[in-house]
């Protein structure tokens, strides 16, 4: 970094910081403006990293910012903090102001995605360009390394790591993720970066050679890759856009910006996998320059020193768990970048040698052909992988399922004005096919991932359902079935002649291609196309699923089943729910309907009532019929086989244990049992284990009396507790007597408790005096009908009280004396 020659930014900093706890938003942002416009470019160097910090947060989170996530259109900050960061504002002009220079930043190697820091800790050089020649080697070893980026890179490195840093959200925050200060900035800068019209804005500032100061091997890091044993030139390639020279072309050199800006979200963002997968997909270039650095090392004299066990893969254990946020964004991304690729004007969508001879496309057009598949097809893969595998089973999973769609549907963003009703029936052109073979395991891996999450999932939830009708809708638009089937059939089509390593022209750039470099003439074997990209995300050993085999044919009618289950669960909540509605009439009130305090079916969610449960069976019945449409399935043969379900679960099923096994500490659930459960097939009986004092009032009871009488018998145990312990130990007749009194002799027997809330039911069972029977609205009402037919037999309030309470202590005494020979019989 350079040093100052003046003293007074130190001032400027200092009064800047000092500014930010006093002054409002707006009028530090008025202060910030003149300063970027009066002063050079030396003096605002100074200030630059503690403004970007001050703007998006530090890196370890300690320091919020200006909080551009929970920042929304409703916050008066939240206009001014967009006009000063959008793509043409202050902070912009302040990042081509020092990119002018040869200023640069440094970013500590630890905040870099797993990957590429265990990368750089091993000493090989990055798969990905944007990391080349920016390393910083300290003399003491490879323990504090940073990157040296130059402005714009170290903007958008901080402005990307905002997303991935945990946020805690104030309580009463309401707000969508799409409509944050962040989501739209995210927008304004791809559609700045990567317009689908046009080219990229000029930078307003140049340096004196007159080209754009971009990244460049002459100032690299202080100490070569080559001193790490890496002496393979393919590996120590950089990228043509980060080596301008004086005469290049000002769109070439201006397209470095695009290139940076999509490398550094997706490297960010995309750039997380398990240690297995980092392993599996390292390339062999990579792994050749780890053998070569270690040869090296220990041919050394004198070594640095490092820690047993650091820089080795095995360190490398990163726990990923990106947000909804996180994945909305990400999806944001993908259709932008769909949009973006399907702008290419029509001749520049298959180049040719008479096409080049006559007219050579412009970087963007050439950036715009191969940005998909070279940029983001392996990570987003990856991604998209490792949320299906570990994202929870609710409806929050709707983000990442959405962005897995959008992906795989490039035709939705071609900027062509569609009919949805006949989007429906029309059958996509066949230009799309090479698309869907260059994606094959975008489609049928991540199929087969979701149907093993399905079978996992509560189908009567309207939300999972209508998740299923989704993905069954995409997957039968006419004509993408075969499209796939044709490309599985080409991946298993054996080849004589395969080669095992990857031509230059299909290299990513995480794999150190470049999408201008040299290639070698354009691949027609499209077997040898659809191969290599298989092997290139699942590598040479993987063992592929055919989405149209035997097995997943299976597979998929196993989940027609727990689809017809979740149907005929729906159907029988709504009719439960709809006879509970119709009893709860005003006989209730004395008893006579359900005392159940939520009127609905064991099983049902809260939403899934009315207008949901409609809903479900709508999507599930929709999803069926998609389903058929894609495995090419017998309706006669479906249809038998929902009504051999149909007549095989009777009423009486819902009432049985599910699927248990006997453990050391109870009941355990299996598979199957999970499965019943979640589709409402069977379940256990639920009963309230606290304190039957301490339950919420029901809506047979009157609040105002089960307070009152709850208070009394408070009251009546605190002081006699001590004589009804005494009086129920007694093993005679009036210890048998008091237990039946101030005992709930069936709380045990009910139902089989856990070890947990068996210790709780131990400590609720001391005999007590409870009152609260007497607050029911039924006790009260049968009481005033005995009442009234003791008025009306000439019997006086006290002659029915002593009436009431001789037939209370007389059926006690019976119970008492017969109750043990009347459970037997």
């Keep these: 970094m350079a040093a100052p020659t003046l003293q007074q930014p130190s001032f400027l900093l200092a009064n800047l910081k000092a500014d930010s706890t006093t002054k409002p938003l707006l009028q530090r942002c008025q202060d910030l ?94 798969d990905c360009p944007l990391f080349h020649n920016k390393l910083q080697f300290p003399l003491s070893g490879l323990l504090t390394l940073n990157l040296a980026l130059n402005p714009f890179e170290f903007f958008m490195f901080n402005f990307a790591y905002c997303l991935i840093i945990p946020k805690i959200h104030p309580q009463g925050h309401h707000g969508s993720s799409t409509d944050s200060a962040y989501f739209v900035l995210v927008d304004a800068y791809l559609k700045y970066f990567l317009p689908s019209e046009g080219s990229v804005p000029p930078s307003p500032f140049s340096d004196s050679r007159g080209s754009v100061t971009a990244p460049s091997p002459s100032r690299a890091s202080s100490v070569s890759f080559a001193g790490y044993g890496v002496h393979s030139p393919s590996l120590l390639k950089h990228h043509i856009f980060h080596q301008p020279s004086v005469n290049a072309d000002p769109s070439a050199q201006e397209i470095w910006r695009t290139e940076t800006l999509l490398q550094m979200f997706v490297e960010i963002w995309l750039h997380h996998y398990s240690l297995d997968m980092y392993q599996k997909l390292q390339s062999p270039q990579v792994k050749l320059a780890l053998l070569q650095y270690r040869l090296s090392m220990s041919s050394m004299p004198c070594q640095p020193h490092a820690p047993p066990g650091s820089g080795t893969l095995h360190t490398y254990q990163e726990p990923f768990s990106p947000s909804e946020e996180h994945v909305l964004v990400v999806r944001l991304l993908v259709k932008h970048l769909h949009a973006f690729s399907n702008s290419l004007k029509p001749e520049q969508l298959s180049p040719s040698p008479s096409a080049h001879s006559h007219t050579h496309p412009s970087p963007l057009e050439e950036f715009k052909r191969v940005v998909v598949q070279r940029f983001v097809q392996q990570k987003l893969y990856l991604f998209l992988q490792h949320c299906f595998g570990h994202w929870p089973l609710d409806a929050s999973f709707r983000a ?75 997957f039968a638009q006419p004509n993408l079935a075969d499209m796939i089937q044709k490309g599985e059939q080409l991946f298993l089509e054996p080849e004589h002649v395969l080669h095992h390593r990857q031509p230059r022209g299909y290299l990513t750039p ?99 009532s009315g207008e949901c449960l409609k809903k479900t069976h709508e999507f599930l019945d929709r999803a069926l019929e998609n389903l058929c449409q894609i495995f090419k399935l017998n309706q006669g043969q479906l249809t038998q086989l929902i009504a051999n379900l149909g007549s095989s679960q009777d009423d009486g099923n819902s009432k049985q244990l599910p699927d248990c096994i006997q453990g050391e500490n109870g009941l355990i659930l299996t598979d199957l049992g999970r499965r019943q459960i979640l589709n409402g097939q069977r379940r256990f009986e639920i009963h309230y284990q606290g304190d039957p004092e301490l339950q919420p009032i029901r809506s047979y009871e009157s609040a105002l009396l089960v307070r009152l009488f709850y208070g009394i018998s408070s009251l009546v145990n605190e002081r006699f507790g001590g004589h009804m312990n005494a009086l129920c130990s007694r093993p005679d007749f009036l210890g048998r ?71 209370g202590f007389l059926y006690g005494l019976f119970m008492t004396l017969f109750g043990d020979k009347l459970k037997t019989h």
Excluded at 43 to 52: A, M, N, T
Excluded at 61 to 73: M, P, T, V
Excluded at 552 to 578: C, E, F, P, W
């Design 400 to 474: 990442v399922l959405e962005t897995w769609l959008s992906y795989i549907q490039p035709w939705r963003y071609t900027g062509e004005k569609i009919n949805p009703q006949a989007d429906q029936t029309r059958t996509l052109p066949d230009k799309w096919e090479s698309f869907v073979q260059e994606n094959l395991l975008m489609y049928t891996k991540l199929f087969q991932v979701f149907l093993n999450r399905t079978v996992r999932t509560d189908l009567v939830n309207a939300k999972n359902a209508l998740m299923v009708f989704r993905v069954a809708k995409v």
């Design 737 to 807: 007597l008091g237990r039946h009194y101030l005992s709930d002799q069936d709380s045990a027997s009910k139902s089989r408790h856990s070890p947990v809330s068996r210790q709780g039911l131990d400590r609720n069972r001391h005999p007590r005096l409870s009152l609260r029977p007497l607050a029911s609205y039924r006790t009260i009402v049968l009481l005033l009908v005995f009442y009234v037919f003791g008025a009306v037999l000439s019997f006086g309030p006290v002659s029915s009280t002593l009436l009431i309470l001789a037939g």
């Design 33 to 126: 403006v003149k300063i970027i416009d009066d002063y050079p470019a030396k003096e605002l160097h100074l200030i630059f990293p503690w403004l970007v910090e001050s703007v998006f947060g530090s890196l370890d989170g300690i320091i919020a910012g200006w909080n551009l996530r929970l920042l929304h259109s409703r916050s008066h900050e939240y206009n001014i903090a967009m006009e000063f960061l959008n793509p043409g504002g202050p902070m912009m002009k302040l990042v081509y102001k020092l990119q002018a220079e040869d200023y640069k930043y440094e970013i500590p190697v630890n905040y870099l995605p797993g990957p590429v820091k265990a990368c750089i800790q091993e000493g090989v050089l990055p």
């Design 510 to 608: 995480s794999q150190g291609g470049s999408f201008l470099s040299s290639r070698q003439r354009v691949m027609t074997d499209v077997v040898f196309r659809v191969k290599s990209h298989v092997y290139a995300l699942e590598g040479q050993d993987c063992q592929y699923k055919q989405m149209f085999g035997s097995e997943l044919r299976g597979a998929v009618m196993k989940l027609i089943q727990i689809i017809a289950q979740a149907r005929q669960t729906a159907k029988r909540i709504s009719d439960h729910s709809n006879e509970v509605a119709a009893n709860n009439s005003f006989l209730s009130w004395f008893g006579i309907g359900s005392p159940d305090l939520n009127n609905t079916f064991a099983g049902a969610e809260p939403e899934e």
